[in-house]
């Protein structure tokens, strides 16, 4: 059973913008803490966003470029992706940690 939906992926040229979004189909966000991490082939899986009722966190490489959202109301978590590099190339995945429940992601490509 699926506890995660991601959606929103796709190909887009560097400087291109995406909006990802997590639903959660058998739960509520509420308070929990829900994070964005993305895999590329051969690579390991990186965290690149938190939310949490009262805060956001972004690891280095995408900060300032990718804001998360979140919407408790309609249950769903949004990742906006601007200024897209290659680099950002990946499985986007989303998390929550707290019941330990992994989507199974949404494919990002950036490419010329």
């Known amino acids: 059973q699926e506890h995660l939906v991601e959606s929103g992926g796709g190909s887009v040229q560097p400087g291109g913008s995406l909006r990802l979004t997590c639903t959660a189909t058998t739960f509520f966000f509420m308070n929990n803490a829900v994070s964005w991490y993305r895999q590329a082939p051969g690579k390991e899986r990186d965290w690149v966003a938190t939310?949490?009722?009262?805060?956001?966190e972004y690891a280095d490489s995408v900060k300032g470029r990718f804001a998360i959202s979140r919407d408790d109301a309609k249950n769903v978590v949004t990742l906006q992706m601007n200024n897209l590099k290659p680099e950002d190339t990946a499985m986007y995945l989303c998390?929550?940690?707290?019941?330990?429940?992994w989507g199974r992601g949404t494919q990002v490509t950036v490419s010329s």
């Open positions: 939310i949490t009722p009262s805060n956001t």
């Open positions: 998390h929550v940690g707290s019941l330990g429940y």
